[in-house]
């Protein structure tokens, strides 16, 4: 293979993935059979084989038992707006994680006490073993699942405060800013750091992905007086929303 040639089955998945882009292999169509890739490229079973897969792992084709496989629907990205904690209190975990006016939904949550690992407990600034409340949301809009989160939260910040549990409680549903407010920890510095990884088997399975598929993963933390208070990982599916972010001028 000379320099800059690409192998035989990435120029195949190219050929069938401009197909299924400019509209020549439309939604719902079978992909050519493997015999069919094999005949019309002039390529061999492995090469058509790997062509396909490539194509499943990108999220454009999905096998379907016993019928072939199939080009996927491709969503229309939407836009999740993220603007940083809002301070003026009343806002729903859902509105907290999205802050476009507009957005309605629905989530439901889950909070357990448990140790901290190594990752988490860095962010933390804690050390590994130490309690922490983990809460898990699922966040729906028109009743499908648009985002899944995990936050955490010391335990030495929050233990044995009404704001212990952030579901439940006087403030239980409120902003961490709101909530850490209410126990005298002032939060007045917030971080975000978005990245891209295949989803977790469990992830796709909740957000309706197929295997390989790509999810973005916001990293949240925040800060009192350089503490770190509450830290969460949000995610959300690649192939169906941008990431748009509302900074103030300073």
Not at 47 to 69: D, H, I, N, P
Not at 139 to 163: H, K, Q, Y
Not at 219 to 246: K, L, M, N, W
Request: proline share 7%; charged share 25%.
């Amino acid at each position: 293979m000379t320099f800059g040639e690409q192998p035989a089955y990435l120029r195949v998945a190219g050929d069938l993935r401009k197909k299924i882009v400019d509209g020549s292999l439309p939604p719902h169509t079978r992909l050519p059979s493997q015999a069919r890739i094999r005949e019309e490229y002039g390529v061999s079973d492995t090469v058509a084989l790997e062509a396909r897969k490539v194509l499943m792992a990108e999220g454009l084709v999905e096998g379907r038992s016993g019928s072939g496989t199939y080009v996927r629907e491709r969503p229309v990205p939407r836009r999740l707006a993220r603007s940083g904690y809002r301070p003026d209190g009343g806002a729903t975990p859902f509105r907290q994680e999205q802050a476009d006016g507009e957005a309605r939904g629905t989530w439901e949550s889950r909070s357990e006490q448990i140790a901290a690992g190594g990752a988490v407990a860095e962010r933390l600034g804690i050390e590994p073993g130490e309690r922490v409340m983990c809460t898990r949301y699922v966040f729906r809009e028109a009743g499908e699942v648009m985002m899944l989160s995990t936050s955490w939260e010391p335990l030495e910040v929050t233990g044995r405060t009404p704001v212990m549990l952030p579901e439940e409680g006087p403030l239980g549903g409120m902003g961490v800013a709101e909530r850490m407010a209410a126990i005298d920890v002032i939060v007045d510095n917030v971080t975000e750091e978005v990245g891209a990884r295949p989803g977790l088997a469990e992830e796709l399975q909740a957000l309706g992905g197929v295997p390989g598929h790509v999810v973005l993963v916001i990293q949240r933390t925040f800060y009192a007086s350089g503490r770190p208070v509450e830290t969460a990982d949000v995610v959300v599916p690649a192939d169906r929303y941008r990431i748009a972010y509302h900074l103030p001028v300073k």
